[in-house]
């Protein structure tokens, strides 16, 4: 499946950051939607956009924070990952917190292909300007996730329609050598309704982003500005 031109988002945000960059120390950039939505996609292109243009810069996925196998399957959510509540998010508040003092922080990343997380796997050092973090649940109405709002300098929400995220969720399983049964599961028992949750609960953002991947202003939940 086609990616759209991420050019007008980009452009977008650079503006924005570089503006926020001229105010203070270090900015932080939080890029929200639901799982299939294109934020790391998005997040990756502006940190290369603005290490382009001088301005240093990292990705934190929040996916780092997925609490591990062992414990999902210790209270009956393995089937449920991915879920708000299969992650640290007391824990992923806290890295976010420190991040936005300006501190140095050692963070954990997730290894797709292992399916676990990997603790100190990535540093943000003191003299990063720019902090771009992506994940599902960056502007999720439901404690304790709601006190994430806050934090951000900029806040992206990307709206992509619950039809487009099924068919993307379905390929990504694909992607994992699932047959076309596997993968439909996959993504109906689990991604689908995780995507619904993000949508429904959806807190305002500076930005939003259509289908297209076009700045546009939101009837309801988000906003842009």
């Given at each position: 499946?086609?990616?759209p031109?991420l050019t007008?988002q980009?452009?977008?945000m650079?503006?924005r950051?570089?503006?926020?960059?001229?105010?203070?120390p270090?900015?932080?950039?939080g890029?929200?939607?639901?799982?299939?939505?294109?934020?790391?996609?998005l997040a990756?292109?502006?940190?290369?956009?603005?290490?382009?243009?001088k301005l240093?810069?990292?990705?934190?996925?929040?996916?780092?924070f997925?609490?591990d196998?062992?414990?999902l399957?210790?209270?009956?959510?393995?089937t449920?990952?991915?879920?708000?509540e299969?992650?640290?998010?007391?824990?992923?508040?806290?890295?976010?917190?420190?991040?936005a003092?300006?501190?140095?922080?050692?963070?954990p990343?997730?290894?797709?292909?292992?399916?676990?997380a990997?603790?100190g796997?990535?540093?943000?050092?003191?003299d990063?300007?720019?902090?771009?973090?992506?994940?599902?649940?960056?502007l999720?109405?439901?404690?304790?996730?709601?006190?994430?709002?806050?934090?951000?300098?900029?806040?992206?929400?990307?709206?992509?329609?619950?039809?487009?995220l099924?068919?993307?969720l379905?390929?990504?399983?694909?992607g994992?050598?699932?047959s076309?049964?596997?993968?439909?599961?996959?993504?109906?028992?689990n991604?689908v309704?995780n995507?619904?949750?993000?949508?429904?609960?959806?807190?305002?953002?500076?930005?939003?982003?259509?289908?297209?991947?076009?700045?546009?202003?939101?009837?309801?939940?988000?906003?842009?500005?």
């Amino acid at each position: 499946m086609a990616l759209p031109d991420l050019t007008s988002q980009i452009n977008a945000m650079a503006d924005r950051v570089h503006d926020l960059a001229g105010r203070k120390p270090r900015v932080i950039v939080g890029i929200a939607g639901a799982p299939g939505s294109g934020k790391s996609t998005l997040a990756e292109e502006l940190g290369r956009r603005l290490e382009r243009q001088k301005l240093s810069s990292r990705v934190v996925p929040m996916d780092g924070f997925h609490l591990d196998n062992r414990l999902l399957d210790a209270r009956g959510l393995r089937t449920r990952k991915g879920a708000p509540e299969t992650f640290d998010a007391r824990g992923f508040i806290v890295l976010m917190r420190r991040l936005a003092r300006g501190e140095e922080v050692v963070a954990p990343v997730f290894e797709r292909t292992r399916d676990i997380a990997i603790a100190g796997a990535q540093l943000v050092e003191t003299d990063t300007r720019v902090v771009i973090v992506e994940g599902n649940y960056l502007l999720f109405d439901e404690a304790p996730w709601s006190e994430l709002a806050g934090l951000w300098d900029l806040s992206a929400y990307l709206d992509v329609p619950i039809a487009d995220l099924r068919a993307r969720l379905i390929a990504r399983w694909l992607g994992h050598n699932l047959s076309r049964a596997a993968a439909t599961q996959r993504a109906m028992h689990n991604d689908v309704p995780n995507a619904q949750r993000v949508i429904d609960r959806a807190l305002p953002a500076d930005l939003v982003f259509g289908p297209a991947y076009e700045a546009r202003p939101a009837a309801a939940g988000p906003k842009s500005v």
